[in-house]
């Protein structure tokens, strides 16, 4: 992967196995994920496609240590974050998740916001935070931006500083939970731009949950489907596009032959997922 | 022309402090020439002019206006008014309101926030005082005003107590609520950045409260205006000379004019919204991310 570039990723290597999540054990029993395993190389970006509600949001929160799981361990370079002695993974800012719709502090400017991680883990001092702070985000064209308040500044430009914000921390992994959902077609392509670009320079590990399968495929080194619920993977889709990409990957044949291919895939469960009574694919 | 080119030629001092005048000058006038002001000034001009016909109907014609027509015109009232602010005891009255509401309030507001914060943030706090805070809840503050009286030695004690009670209850259900329905998302996002508990609850819970402490502070406010004064009418004001506007009300009404006694009335309209105005100000200038919207 990626060979013409100079960094070469060493950290960042997620290892799922056979891991199950039920929720409510007592109750009415809902199996979330099932047996699930997948290997995710450092480095790699990794995108995760499947109907709504299958449960791949519940494998990013337990990676994240937000929920705990009921099988299986979780390892990220070679050690556990979480299995059958410890459900519940630490939280860590080695892993850092960009959710969906956002979720800037509104109440700190975008500087502070980026800042605020080196500040309460007192790996730097507020001055050294708020300057690197600054340097990151005018490297991401945010620093005419940097004092301004999260509800000041567009939807795209909250969710770059965001990047940057998790990217702060030298995160081993980024964990991306729909981040780009509900933009349009034109910010979205530059969120797309401004991600790998990102990627290109850090090589950080990127699982990234997704509905958009273009988004996928012209992001991801791999393209994981997922079935239905109880999530495990379906299939697993390489995409062997050359990095550094640019928007004219989305015209090429290859492309268009992956898209019909994942197409094929996610279509025959967003059908099970359509006739089991789930919300359909947004 | 040249003129033109001379003003450009000035130091750049005198050019920006050009260019921002007008700016403040339009700001004015656009109020001053903005529909909503001028309906606003008329609307208020004409409930005054309606008050006054309908007050001297009857001295004119004999017919008296149902229930306006007892109320002294606006006149009488500035009348009154001009008459009674030379009045120490007027003055006087409204400081000893002001003092009431204020210390009942801040005391409200020290004691609330914590109080609702714990509750939020501590599961065994909430299981052990939550439900006695409720049962005390809806009983009206003004009940509390003969036990009060009987268990605070000085009657301005038992006033500031009941105006305590008014705004405490609001301001604890308000910073319960709103330090509850912070975003899980914020919280999640700041605990896998590193936060300590510390960070969290200073940096992400408080914040994260403060436009419900202060939509609490407002409504409180309000409420602890309502109570002292009918404190202050049941208790007698507390003090010779002057024992606050509700005092101030009651003995016009007793001893006075119906004139005094509206000109009490517009009296505590006027601090109520003193008050507000300040707690909005305050609000805004701690929730500078607030003003955007």
Redesign the interface.
Known sequence: MADNNNTKATKGAISIRNVTKIYDPEGVNVMAVDDCSLEIGAGEVCMIVGPSGCGKTTLLNAIAGFHSITKGEIYLDGEMLCGPSKPLADQGADRIVVFQHGALFPWMTLIDNVAYGPKVQETMTKAEALDKAGHMLAEAGLGDVAGKYPGEVSSGMARRAEIVRALINDPKVLLLDEPYRAMDALTKSIMHESLLEVYDRTKVTIFFITHDLEEAIFLGDRVVVMTTRPAKTKTILDVNIERPRDYHVLSSNQFRVLVEDAKDAVHEEAVKAFEAGERELA | MSEAVQNGGTSNGAHSSGEIKPRKKSKLGKALSSKTFWRGVIALVGFVVFWELCSRTYGWTGIQIPWIGKVPPPTEVIYAWSYVIWLPGYWESWYLSSARVFAGFIVAMVLGIPFGLCLAVNKYFYDIFFPPFEVLRPIPPLAWVPASIVFWPTTEMSITFVTFLGAFYTIVINVLGGARSI?I??L?????????QW?LFS??IL??T?PSIFTGAAVGMGITWEVVLAGEMISGGGQQGGGGLGFFIWSSYMGGTVAQVIVGMISIGIAGYLSSSLIRYIGSIS???RR??
């Open positions: 975003d998302r914020y999640r996002a700041a605990q896998s950045m590193g936060a300590t960070d940096k992400i914040p994260g403060l929730m500078p991310w955007l919207f």
